[in-house]
């Protein structure tokens, strides 16, 4: 139980395929007290759902990163039943769907990059200052990245440049939060097949390609990366903060 009593917040639950989901099941496995949120009213039904699977108890709450407002909300409905918070699951990225797909500088527009960055990366750091005042010390917080982030991967676009406004943001914010003993930290996740990897054209293509090429020959599961999010936000990992760390197969570091 390398969570017991830790108070978990998890954002990105949208179906029992989500890394969130995932991770929410291994926290709950591991004695956290965990919250849910879901972005749409839509998605509602579906993480309350998921919740009741892992908990009875597990209250969901309605939060849409883009708005500031609801974020605020969130926040103090937390507030409200905790008091204080020890984790924070940032589990969640958007782009517009057009431009996933194709050339990087005919599809690109002012628009959808600023969309991208806003929900992939700004929305990581406004909840981290939006929280800073009921963050516990010892608190850790984590998101999901992606290797588009450094390499150039076909179809990620603007995606992969969101990704890298991330894995930056997780340096400063880790930083910044350093003197309070929060820690800060990535995963970067290798392919799995979900609702927001389905909006990624070609995706199938890239699961076999890593399974080919991967050292450990295969491609990661939803358990890889949810028994990584324990440890990276469990006191078992307490000088770690600032990284991103591959749970990949070993894919990346695969050169000729
Ligand atoms: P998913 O579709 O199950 O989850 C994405 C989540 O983002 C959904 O719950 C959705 O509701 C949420 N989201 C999008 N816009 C939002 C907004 N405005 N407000 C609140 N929530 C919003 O897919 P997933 O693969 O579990 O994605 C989770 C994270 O993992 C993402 O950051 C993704 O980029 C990252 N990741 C995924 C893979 C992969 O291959 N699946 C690999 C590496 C990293």
């Given at each position: 139980m390398n969570l017991k009593n830790k108070k978990a917040l998890i954002i990105g639950v949208a179906s029992n395929?989500?890394?969130?989901?995932?991770?929410?099941?291994?926290?709950?496995?591991?004695?956290?007290?965990?919250?849910?949120?879901f972005q749409t009213e839509k998605l509602k039904s579906r993480v309350e759902d998921i919740a009741r699977e892992i908990d009875e108890n597990i209250e969901c709450f309605p939060c849409d990163l883009s708005s500031d407002e609801e974020i605020v909300n969130l926040k103090n409905h937390i507030k409200k039943k905790w008091g204080k918070l020890d984790i924070?699951?940032?589990?969640?990225?958007?782009?517009?769907?057009?431009?996933?797909?194709?050339?990087?500088?005919?599809?690109?527009?002012?628009?959808?990059?600023?969309?991208?960055?806003?929900i992939s990366s700004y929305s990581f750091v406004a909840l981290a200052k939006e929280f800073s005042d009921i963050l516990n010390e010892n608190s850790s917080l984590l998101t999901l990245t992606y290797l588009g982030s450094q390499k150039v991967i076909k179809n990620y676009n603007i995606m992969g440049l969101a990704k890298a406004s991330l894995e930056t943001n997780v340096r400063y914010m880790a930083q910044s939060l350093g003197k309070k003993n929060?820690?800060?930290?990535?995963?970067?996740?290798?392919?799995?097949?979900?609702?927001?990897?389905?909006?990624?054209?070609?995706?199938?293509?890239?699961?076999?390609?890593?399974?080919?090429?991967?050292?450990?020959?295969?491609?990661?599961?939803l358990d890889d990366v949810a028994n990584t999010a324990v440890f990276l936000t469990s006191d078992s990992s307490s000088g770690i903060t600032g990284q991103i760390i591959y749970v990949d197969c070993g894919y990346s570091i695969s050169g000729f």
């Open positions: 395929r989500s890394i969130a989901a995932a991770i929410a099941t291994a926290f709950g496995l591991n004695g956290a007290n965990l919250v849910l949120t924070i699951i940032h589990s969640a990225a958007y782009a517009p769907r057009e431009l996933l797909a194709g050339d990087y500088v005919d599809n690109v527009t002012r628009e959808g990059f600023n969309i991208a960055h806003d929060i820690r800060v930290n990535a995963i970067s996740a290798g392919p799995i097949k979900t609702l927001a990897a389905a909006g990624i054209s070609g995706f199938n293509e890239i699961l076999k390609h890593v399974e080919e090429r991967a050292p450990l020959k295969r491609n990661i599961t």
